[in-house]
């Protein structure tokens, strides 16, 4: 089959591609998704939790994946291979032969409910998703939140395929998806552009036998070991030693194995000492007694709050860092242990440590097909075999026109610039397709039938999911108690309610009963909301008149040994959801046009790339610079680190072309005064020599740069001879620096301080050697010296540090706390240093010597915040919205940052994250339109009292107090709900989530009351993590007891003491809130609010006469489906043990002195 579109192809559904997808997705660009593994997510769906955060990595990532899987402009193909290229149309257009691998199960009936799996008889088999820790079945779905969640056959390990017997799985799925007479097809797609983001794989270290992979148990890779901390690992997040289960007391962690290595792969693989860290940190979380020692040649950190979080590790954990190179790993007979032999480079001695396991950190290599791709491709790789990037600044851009690279394929790096390519990438296919042509965003939706302002009439749907819910629960049971309830006019059984024929069931059940609110009963809502809401749409319902019961992941998978209580359970839930459906509303989205246009603050270099590309696009651009020229510290650049690059003539070319640009309005010595609106309508005051001006913008990009720290003016070091590096460049340029001496490099002065700039500047060690490199090639007998704590460089740089020990270039190492220091003595001056390898401290007579200039913050910045309300870094950099998959967004959306306004960085990565600004900048422009969801707060301005009491709990400054009434802009509330609880007047609502709605549903809960030998739990769980922690504790089967029935929320935050109160008052037992970890909630700080309310809360309650202890607040992430389980079953234990709670001894008692 043939598709010609305006369409793009990405070759890898990681992180990179996953965010690439959606973004173009989301202009209405056809994107077709290419993934040669049975699940999309790649390897960040391996980890465990994302530095330096930490992060669950599943929890940020899933709804990422999941997305994608219902993007109307995305085709998902997984268990996928691309086969063939064809340039056509003069290489305008790209055929592609697309191979899609036969599964032995149709995705379309496959409902993911595991059966097969369970039924499989072929165990053990290593699991690839386990880095072979684990074990899985000949049938398997690689993970529990795999998209598609869909099973695949391993035909080198069926029995059917092997033997020609068994066929077990194709004989219980429910669904009838297994076919065995699947065959390969191939299909071609056209399109214009193609983004390669396949990743990379790991080095084996078993090539390396002096460290013992492959032969002892307790020898693991770093990625082994991150899935051995995951709660989803093949421990459940137990730190256990392979080889007998113990727990370990003492860990060692070896890193560059086969990285900076010239017989192996002499190139640094960038992250490993920061993944090392996190891991470090972990695992002193899980258990802080555990002795651990991580052996590095430099601790290279490669990005933003990475320096701080390694002086976290070693300060707040007790990590210990030692420069030490391995020399092998033995294991002791006597003691079981392993042996660990190095070089101590600091004492100058060879030493031996005991250790219960051993992490090596292999190095990075291009993932196994990356060769045979670029030979289909046609496109250059570098002598490691990574994907070669063509232009030197913007480095996702290939030799062929048209195709891109991005993220780890191209060389090693973290997720974070792997997104920031993902992004630059995407933007950079719009240059091939004709924007104007692309479909705007659809128009407003007419429900045709109901609009769900009558008396409810509600239809009750409870699935089987096969045997999934139906062995445990009893489904008809159920389904004739939903009858029961009140306004519910039909109720029906289905043994798969996702599936296409129940969708078209409920579809006609709606218009012939004429039901207006739906209830479906079956799994979690997490996953299969969006299906029922379309379903609900396609039907001419409302979509938000839809409610779901979770009688699957949170009843039969976690009670299946108890069935009545599970039934029982399963008919409250149904109840509590019911309950919600009577109250729920039709809502509407809210919708604004988008002002063409964005304005550009700052006029460097990435904010003229930034504007050129908007240009490019179509779009007008507004360009504020506050200086009287463009060009920023551009002007004074002479030469970027080992880029063979004319930056003069660059820099010339780039300003002309904005100059010309009619579409390109520059405004210089101007500053911004005041900014109004949100995304698609901010109105911008600017002003120039005292006048102002009103700008009309739709979206913003801050790219106002950073400033040069002047060390030797800091350290007083103002002396003859003594030049900052940009100094040094002017004297070598001009022929005036001493062609003899002694010339000494003295880096990290200034910055990777304990306080103050406790941050690392990234450039200074690459641009000193450089310059180093460059004076001793043309000054052979001049002596140079670098004087570095660690040298960190970017990748393709490794090499140079080699050619520069080579050429004589002399380093010296110093320990933090004792920086070097210039004196001068009879005219001379002196570098007196601590040389950390030779443990002396040495005085060097020096001709000169050079500062490198840290990047700082400008001055300014706090101002510009301030205007633009976003926040900034304790350091004074600006502050994304997050550092993994929202790198230069800021939490109010339409504003974007880039470049050294963000941190520092190279110039590469200034370049890549200007031309992701823009992208996004541009999205919706080209939308035409901003439509959010309409679950956000909403203000009935006849109850406000003007208290302003929400204004300042709102972490995304969508509340604004005007005219002595509290204002609530749709366009920047993201609906976690914690203003509606700040409000003493009741005046705010949370739509979707109102108080009348969750009250209802806590007396559901409670309806009829709980008999006297029951114990009750009501649990209070925030939609993104806590929730989906219940829902993994389901798909894994993580027992627990049934005692407790589960209200959710988006946000801890929106947990009101009035909810609590009210399940008190009506008998509850006990109540548990549980959200997002601290500084990993979904929506910056609502647990922290949520934490402070359920202290106050266990003071009243103690004040009230009930035990504190019956309300608890817990914290767990979506990937903790064990702890979920461990805490709920310590709860319901504790509230056992303090028995009935007094009101429901009352209540009782009342009950039988009424007589009823």
Not at 404 to 417: L, R
Not at 471 to 476: N, P
Not at 731 to 745: C, D, F, M, R, S
């Amino acid at each position: 089959m043939t598709e010609v579109n305006q369409s793009v192809l990405i070759i890898g559904g990681g992180v990179a591609g996953i965010n690439a997808a959606l973004d173009l997705a989301d202009q209405g660009i056809q994107v077709y998704l290419v993934e040669r593994n049975p699940s999309i997510g790649g390897r960040m769906a391996q980890l465990d939790k994302t530095f330096p955060t930490l992060d669950c990595s599943i929890c940020i990532l899933a709804p990422k994946m999941v997305e994608v899987s219902r993007h109307p402009n995305i085709k998902l193909l997984t268990y996928a291979e691309v086969e063939k290229v064809e340039k056509v149309d003069g290489g305008r257009l790209f055929n592609v032969t697309v191979l899609l691998k036969p599964r032995y199960v149709d995705e379309s009936k496959c409902t993911g409910c595991g059966t097969c799996v369970e039924k499989c008889p072929v165990k053990n088999i290593p699991n690839e998703f386990d880095a072979g820790l684990g074990s899985r079945k000949a049938i398997y779905i690689p993970f529990p939140q795999a998209v598609p969640l869909v099973a695949t056959i391993d035909t080198k390990n069926c029995l059917y395929f092997t033997k020609n017997v068994c066929q077990v799985c194709e004989k219980f799925c429910p669904a009838k998806a297994v076919d065995f007479n699947q065959k390969e097809k191939r299909i071609t797609i056209s399109v214009a552009s193609i983004i390669v983001a396949t990743g990379f794989d790991l080095l084996d270290p078993s090539i390396l036998p002096q460290y013992g992979y492959g032969k002892f148990k307790d020898v693991l890779t770093s990625l082994q070991y991150e899935r051995l901390l995951c709660a989803t690992g093949p421990t459940g997040g137990n730190l256990i030693r392979p080889s007998n289960g113990q727990k370990p007391e003492q860990i060692v962690f070896i890193q560059c194995v086969g990285s900076r290595n010239e017989e192996v792969k002499p190139y640094c693989s960038q992250i490993c000492c920061t993944y090392v860290t996190k891991q470090a940190i972990i695992t002193k979380e899980h258990d802080p007694s555990v002795k651990i020692l991580v052996l590095y040649n430099d601790i290279r950190i490669t990005g933003k709050g990475q320096e701080e979080f390694v002086r976290r590790a070693k300060e707040e954990f007790g990590v210990e860092y030692v420069k030490g190179l391995p020399g092998d790993v033995t294991l002791n007979p006597k003691t079981g242990k392993l042996d660990v032999r190095y070089l101590d480079v600091a004492a100058g001695e060879m030493k031996t440590v005991p250790a219960d396991l051993v992490i090596l950190s292999p190095a990075l290599i291009p993932s196994n097909d990356s060769k045979k791709l670029a030979e289909i491709l046609g496109i250059e790789t570098d002598e490691y075999g990574f994907f070669k990037p063509s232009d030197p600044l913007l480095p996702v851009e290939t030799n062929v026109p048209g195709i891109y690279v991005c993220g780890a394929c191209s060389g090693p790096k973290c997720i974070t610039h792997s997104v920031i390519q993902a992004i630059a990438a995407g933007g950079l296919t719009q240059k091939r397709l004709n924007l104007k042509n692309i479909k705007k965003v659809s128009e407003e939706k007419k429900w045709t039938v109901m609009k769900g302002i009558e008396k409810p009439r509600i239809g009750v749907f409870v699935c089987h999911c096969g045997t999934n819910i139906a062995s445990v629960v009893d489904v008809k049971e159920v389904t004739e108690y939903a009858k029961t309830l009140p306004n519910v006019v039909y109720a029906e059984e289905r043994l798969f309610a996702c599936s296409k024929d129940s969708q078209e069931v409920i579809k006609n059940a709606i218009r012939e009963h004429k039901l207006n609110r739906i209830v479906v009963a079956s799994c979690t809502p997490r996953t299969h909301e969006p299906l029922f809401r379309k379903t609900c749409e396609e039907a001419g319902l409302n979509p938000y008149l839809f409610e779901m019961a979770n009688i699957r992941e949170q009843c039969s998978w976690v009670h299946p040994k108890n069935p009545k209580e599970a039934t029982e359970k399963a008919k409250d839930l149904v109840r509590i959801a019911v309950s919600k459906a009577n109250l729920l509303q039709p809502l509407e989205p809210f919708r604004t046009s988008v002002t063409p246009t964005t304005l550009v603050v700052g006029g460097g270099f990435s904010g003229l790339l930034t504007s050129k590309i908007i240009a490019e696009n179509g779009f007008d651009v507004y360009l504020v610079e506050r200086e009287p020229e463009l060009g920023g510290s551009l002007r004074e650049t002479e030469r970027i680190p080992f880029k063979d690059l004319d930056v003069k003539s660059r820099f010339k070319q780039l300003v002309g072309e904005l100059l010309n640009n009619p579409k390109i309005k520059v405004f210089t010595s101007t500053t911004i005064k005041e900014v109004k609106g949100s995304i698609g309508n901010f109105e911008v005051t600017i002003s120039k020599d005292g006048a102002t001006e009103v700008l009309k913008v739709g979206t913003i990009v801050v790219a106002t740069g950073s400033e040069k720290l002047n060390v030797k003016k800091l350290y007083g070091y103002d002396l003859p001879n003594v030049y900052t590096l940009e100094e040094y460049e002017k004297a070598i340029e001009t022929g005036k620096n001493p062609k003899n001496g002694v010339l000494a490099y003295v880096l990290c002065l200034g910055v990777r301080e304990t306080e103050g700039r406790t941050y690392c500047s990234l450039t200074c060690c690459s641009e000193a050697l450089d310059q180093a490199i460059r004076v001793k090639t043309t000054y052979p007998e001049k002596d140079v010296y670098i004087v570095y704590r660690d040298m960190r460089l970017p990748f393709g740089v490794e090499e140079k540090y080699l050619e520069a020990r080579k050429k004589g270039i002399m380093f010296i190492r110093y320990p933090a706390g004792r920086p070097p220091s210039i004196t001068k003595e009879n005219g001379n001056l002196n570098l007196n240093v601590y040389d950390l390898e030779l443990r002396v401290n040495l005085k060097i007579s020096v001709t000169e010597v050079v500062f490198p200039s840290p990047t700082i913050p400008r001055e300014d910045n706090k101002e510009i915040a301030s205007t633009l309300k976003v926040p900034l870094t304790i350091s004074g950099f600006f502050l994304e919205s997050h550092p993994k998959l929202r790198p230069i967004d800021f939490s109010t959306d339409g504003i974007y940052v880039c470049g050294t306004a963000y941190g520092p960085q190279h110039f590469e990565e200034k370049a890549c994250q200007a031309a992701a600004a823009a992208f996004h900048a541009l999205i919706p422009m080209v939308k035409g339109e901003v439509v959010n969801e309409p679950i956000v707060a909403i203000v009935d301005e006849d109850l406000c009292i003007g208290c302003a009491n929400c204004e300042p709990v709102c972490e995304y400054g969508a509340v604004r107090i005007e005219e002595g009434v509290s204002k609530i802009n749709p366009f920047i509330c993201k609906g976690c709900g914690v203003c509606a609880v700040e409000c003493p007047a009741r005046a705010i609502t949370m739509q979707h989530f109102t108080d009348k709605q969750i009250l209802e549903m806590v007396r559901a809960a409670f309806t009829p009351p709980p008999k006297p030998e029951e114990t009750s739990i009501l649990g209070f769980m925030c939609n993104w993590c806590a929730y989906a922690g219940a829902d993994t504790a389901g798909v894994s089967r993580f027992e627990y007891p049934p005692e407790i029935r589960i209200i959710r929320v988006m946000c801890s935050g929106r947990v009101d003491p009035l909810h609590i109160l009210e399940a008190f008052r009506l008998g509850a037992d006990g109540v548990l809130v549980a959200g997002c970890h601290p500084g990993d909630c979904h929506y910056i700080g609502g647990n922290y609010k949520a934490e402070k309310r359920i202290k106050q809360m266990r003071s009243l309650l103690k004040g009230a006469g009930l035990e504190e202890e019956r309300l608890r607040i817990e914290w767990v992430s979506a990937g903790e489906g064990q702890r979920f389980a461990n805490v709920v079953k310590e709860f319901t234990e504790q509230v056992k043990k303090l028995g009935p709670s007094p009101i429901k001894k009352f209540l009782l008692r009342q009950k039988v002195e009424g007589g009823t």
